[in-house]
């Protein structure tokens, strides 16, 4: 059976859903990887999900509410304001996101 990269690096899926800020902060403050979907473009979606694009947060400042992505488009971190929510220069919404556990030993 073929192992995805997430149980390679020791951790399995643990929750699939819509995005909850205060979820996706105890993850990261806790060294959980969250696998965040963003919707920006206008009518575009798939089969499998709504999100147009999907990036791992790595960093969540609560004071300011400001997200750190690292994102696999040009292998940058960038980051993304809660408050004025903005991704490629287009409005965006945070739509979903995977949640990930250590895998038990």
Do not use: C, W
Request: glycine share 6%; no cysteine.
């Amino acid at each position: 059976k073929p192992k995805v990269v997430a149980h390679v690096l020791g951790f399995e899926l643990a929750a699939y859903g819509n995005f909850k800020e205060e979820a996706v902060a105890v993850d990261i403050a806790e060294g959980r990887p969250v696998i965040i979907g963003i919707d920006y473009k206008e009518g575009q979606s798939s089969a499998i999900s709504s999100a147009d694009h999907f990036v791992v947060a790595v960093n969540y400042d609560a004071t300011s509410r400001v997200f750190t992505f690292a994102d696999p488009n040009g292998g940058r971190f960038i980051k993304f304001d809660m408050m004025h929510p903005v991704y490629d220069d287009r409005p965006a919404i945070l739509s979903e996101m995977r949640r990930f556990r250590p895998v038990p030993n």
